[in-house]
């Protein structure tokens, strides 16, 4: 056990050495209800092994989400997590927290949760000195099984406002603890609807760029999302996957993470791309950009059409349909008169196409100011996952030198997936039953005056939409069995994080944002995503239609790679490469069989009619194959 000069946060009536005393009847007490701690200097970097604590006695709730922090800055600055007390623990005794961490530490510190003062009857810490050379960051301590972010601001300053910005330091740690970044930052709120909830969605801004959690984007600007009002907290993944494989040109990133700010837990979130205009994101011309050809004035530009445009310091109305528009980008510190007068009228060049009598003519109408096939991908996620909010929030962008207005990316799906008490049951209500698009119904939510517009487009894309969803459902891996896989990818990764985050916000029971259920347990929460998977899947198909002429796949037995062989119920693969993975789908995209290669001849059964078996070649090669059986 490690002793070293006692510390702590301010306290008037309990001496600090209480809490290292042996003794179940004393405790230190702070002064402070919040931010506050105790710990030890040990004067030299130490290598910590192990924790003890105790509560004290009539108190013992007080250290349930409790956070351990090693430092090697006085003040804490560059403080990382070392472990969490996941619950209650028992009086009269000590419990321990086992540690796996390579860096060495001169302070440690238990550090209590807000609004209830640390109180700690007994504190342990074990380890040894490090020895020269031995401390590193080869691995460092995560919380759960998913990365942490922690985060640490100037004088421990509460975020409470959307558009003033704090100081501070983070700290993220991922890759099972083998990956570090550490960087001062700046953070504010952020968001409409979910600023209001008690778990706080933020935004962070990174001194220097860099790529955190290997994600895409190398740059400064950053999201951590709250998920409040999804139990699942993965719903806006889910999405981001769909929209992936429907092949919109870009689709934010994100990870499930662990979040603490200022020593305190604050719960499982989302961190993700920023949708701005940036390299890896909404990928347009920048103002004084020269690399990229064409007119400065015609792009790029970043606009959204927006129902809290009104609260935003760029924003119009436009003059046709009357729909209130965002402009994200150019900044608001760079904009001109000149550009804000281009992108208005460019806009209602678009408004005027879909509004005249000839408007599908290619060369005259919508077709010829607007990426149809983007408009398509965006509304066919928004109807797959049912989201009430798909046209309330719409974000556009508009390259330099080109005269079509992209659509995306798709944003904000947490109250989706049948998670909105004004459009449950999506499967059940009479729009559904008639085969009538979420997006059409009286249910849906829209941006004013947006209805309008997309509906003259809607009504006219059809055949593109059956095109879409086809290549979507058989050359892009969009089925139930990927989604529903990547589901319980994400539920087996958070499990201990959710128990975490379920324990600080006890909200399993409650209805709560737009939700219309409270299922009790994060697994059924889970369960019943998948259910709606499933369910919604073969209603699309149903709706939208599948055309197998649309696919890329190769025509029945004449593959490069191998031999397809058919007859009744079964098909021979010959030559494909050992170790391959195949798997067979119907043509609703249920998978019937799966196995992998392990000789030259491998025989699969077929159901009957039409199947799609997909190869999966060691070299990462994927190939798809129709092929039908009696």
Known sequence: MLSGTYISSPTSSSDPAYAFDNDFSTFFASDERSNTWIGLDLGTPHIISRLGF?????YANRMRLGIFEGANNEDFSDAIPLSIIPSTPSEGRNSYLRVDCSRAFRYVRYVGPNDCRCNVSELLFYGHKAKDGESNDTHLTTLTSIPVVSIRTEGGKEVTSRHTWINGNVTIIWNDGASILEDSLRIRGRGNASWSFPKKPYRIKLNHKARPLDLRAKTNDWTLINNYGDKTLMRNLI???????????????????????????????????????????VDVA?????????????GGYFIELDAYSSGEPV?????????????????????????????????????????SKDYTNEETGYPAFMDVHSFVQHFLTGELAGNTDTYYSVYMSKERGDSRFVFGPVWDFDIAFDNDNRTHSILSRNYAQYKQFLCLSGSASYAANVYNFVLRIINTTAELRTEEWSRARYDRGLTPDTIIAYIDSLASVANKSQQLNFTRWPILNTMLHQNFQALGSYAKEVDYLKKYINNRFAWMDSKVGIDMQYTGMESERVVPQGTILTAPGMARLEGFP????????????????????????????????????????????????KVSSR
């Not at 920048?286 to 015609?298: A, H, I, N, Y």
């Not at 965002?326 to 209602?348: F, H, M, N, W």
């Not at 170790?579 to 992998?596: A, E, P």
Request: glycine letters at 8%; a negative charge.
């Open 578 to 625: 050992e170790g391959s993975l195949v798997d067979i789908h119907d043509v609703t995209g249920r998978m019937t069989f799966s196995t992998s290669v392990t000789d030259f001849a491998t025989d699969v059964p077929l159901t009957h009619g039409v199947s799609v078996i997909t190869v999966r070649q060691p070299d990462g090669t994927v190939s798809s194959y």
């Open 315 to 355: 924003n119009f109305t436009s003059s046709v349909y009357g729909m209130p528009v965002t402009v994200k980008y150019p900044d608001e510190d760079e904009i001109t008169t000149e550009q804000l007068d281009y992108i208005k009228s460019y806009l209602a060049k678009l408004e005027n196409a879909v509004k």
């Open 239 to 281: 999405a981001f996957n769909i929209a992936e494989r429907l092949g919109m040109k870009w689709t934010p990133q994100g990870r499930l993470v662990d979040v603490i700010v200022n020593g305190e837990y604050q719960g499982t979130y989302q961190f993700c791309d920023q949708v701005e205009v940036q390299k890896k994101r």
């Open 286 to 298: 920048k103002v004084g950009d020269e690399d990229v050809p064409g007119d400065p004035l015609t």
């Open 54 to 58: 105790s509560p004290r006695q009539g």
